[in-house]
């Protein structure tokens, strides 16, 4: 009997530590799946044909539809979260709101426009400024003087 208990005792230990080990920390995860169900829908139902048409393939599927697989792959993406914590209030309702109603390059690149610019995380090469790239050309510029003298 005693025998018996101990190894329960020891599975319910290893069911625990391994539960433990499964959580989920990421950011975002609740808003990065409406936005991405959002995009899903849109692309599906409005950006298909013509010049404005985004590939939702991949991810590839075999069954149900291109719109169906779409919100399949960002539903395990999403578990990664997002790279930076969304912020407070409507933003994520705003940034919702602005790819349901387009146009397709919403759809396609979010984070270009006003109502989803916070998409794009701090200290990353799209959130530089004209400014900075400027100030990089030019003392690119310099050190070329001073390696021509």
Do not use: H
Not at 20 to 35: E, F, L, M, R, Y
Not at 132 to 145: M, R
């Amino acid at each position: 009997m005693r025998r018996w208990f101990g190894t329960l005792a020891v599975a319910i230990a290893l069911a625990l530590v391994a539960a433990a080990g499964c959580g989920n920390s990421a950011n975002g995860v609740g808003a990065c799946k409406q936005i991405e169900e959002a995009r899903c829908a849109y692309a599906a139902t409005n950006c298909q044909s013509g010049d404005a048409a985004i590939q939702l393939t991949p991810p590839y599927y075999t069954s149900g539809s291109a719109q169906q697989a779409c919100d399949r792959y960002y539903d395990t993406a999403c578990l990664n979260g997002l790279a930076n914590t969304p912020p407070y209030g409507n933003s994520v309702a705003d940034c919702v709101a602005a790819i349901q109603k387009g146009p397709c390059a919403l759809v396609e690149t979010p984070w270009n426009y006003p109502a989803c610019a916070w998409l794009i995380p701090p200290n990353t090469p799209e959130a530089s400024t004209d400014a900075d790239a400027e100030g990089g050309d030019a003392s690119d510029a310099n050190e070329a003087g001073e390696d021509g003298e």
